[in-house]
């Protein structure tokens, strides 16, 4: 899901080029959700103008992960990170804005959180990659995919800002 520029002509960033409105898939992981940091990794998106259109909690198959993952499935850390994903309920989200697939990434922070810059979520919240406390999806088409697999089209809802000169749209 993609809406083109020619669709958006009100939306321009400074260079005056187009900004796309997009959809990503956000999901805070099982020690996310143990850790009672739902909020505040909400709070981050939100307070950045985007618009929350899917949100649920569900207990992850390993049907589910081996999709997601599907890249992944030969790393030697896979089983681990099947253990750890399904070790709890996870929050999935959908969220909506300009860019929002590349600027989440960067909220997010590095896959390493002792990498990861000071201010993204990795970095302030967690300090070992295989508890990295957030999911987002790392590029438009991996976000379309993922969508798909995590939610029915008929639960993600469009809905309009009354007050669109506070958000980013
Ligand atoms: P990202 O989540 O940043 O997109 P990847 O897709 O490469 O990163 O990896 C998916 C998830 O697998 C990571 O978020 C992390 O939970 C886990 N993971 C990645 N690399 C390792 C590793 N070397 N050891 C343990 N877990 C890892």
Redesign the pocket.
Known sequence: WRLGAADAPGHRNKSDAPCVKERTLIAV?PDGVQRRLVGQIIHRFERRGFKLVGLKLLQVSKDLLSQH?C??TK?P?YP??VD?MTSGPVVAMVWEGPNIVQTSRMM?G???PSEAQTGTIRADFCFH????VV??S?STEGAQREIRLWFDGQDLLSWDCIDKSVTSE
Do not use: G
Not at 129 to 132: D, I, T
């Open positions: 992981k993952y890249q992944l790393k850390f681990d990170l750890y997010v590095h896959t390493n990659v295989s508890r990295n999911h987002a790392d």
